[in-house]
């Protein structure tokens, strides 16, 4: 039902539409998120071969070869391993009758066409994907100087203590400290869930 209804609005383009919140449950993407693991859909964008799903832990896109064909290839991309870089958000010009939203996550491209009446929506997306690619920013140059500083620690403590007799004990509780210490960091700075953003700047 909901695919005919989405089809009729998409007219023969495949151009997207935002899908409402109260309609989640109607789209295909919805079978494949770990509802299990907390995983939570916060925006979707539907044309008639693909959906394009953002959650708090990553995009599920849903890629149709065509708006024909009832096959479809599932791709996941977590925000953790595949980082978001280069957000642009493309108005309509006077004759346009879509949008575009583009960024990049990891290797993979993307350029999202999306009816223009759903430009307030897209303008919200565009914000929650620049913030999370600005705080995955900070957060590598943050984990990459405390890597830094450890490193500088541990070359001094190495020399300062080289010439003393226990060095299995003094090693071992080095290596449990800095194990424990990159765990704390890494929990720090490796955000895998950004359901606050989303809560933060999605309004639909």
Known sequence: MF??????????????????PADYDKVDADDYIMHEDHEKI???IKSKS???CFTNLGL?????????????MLRRYSYHTHPISNVYLETAG?????????????NEHYSIDVNKKHLEELKDLYKA???????????????????????????TLSRVTGQQADVASQFKSINQYTFDW??????????????????????N
């Open 42 to 44: 916060y925006f979707l």
């Open 129 to 155: 994907l620049v913030k999370i690619s600005s705080t995955m920013h900070d957060n590598e140059l943050a984990l990459q100087h405390a890597k830094e500083s450890l490193h500088v620690a541990q070359s």
């Open 50 to 52: 693909d959906e394009y």
């Open 94 to 106: 006077t004759v346009d009758l879509d949008v575009e939203i583009k960024f990049t996550m990891g």
């Open 3 to 20: 695919g005919k209804l989405a089809a009729d609005a998409l007219g023969l383009s495949n151009v997207g539409i935002v899908v409402k």
């Open 182 to 203: 990159l765990e704390d960091i890494r929990y720090k700075y490796v955000v895998k869930d950004f359901g606050k953003v989303f809560e933060k700047y999605i309004h």
């Open 60 to 72: 599920v896109h849903l890629d149709g070869t065509s708006a024909t064909s009832k096959k479809r």
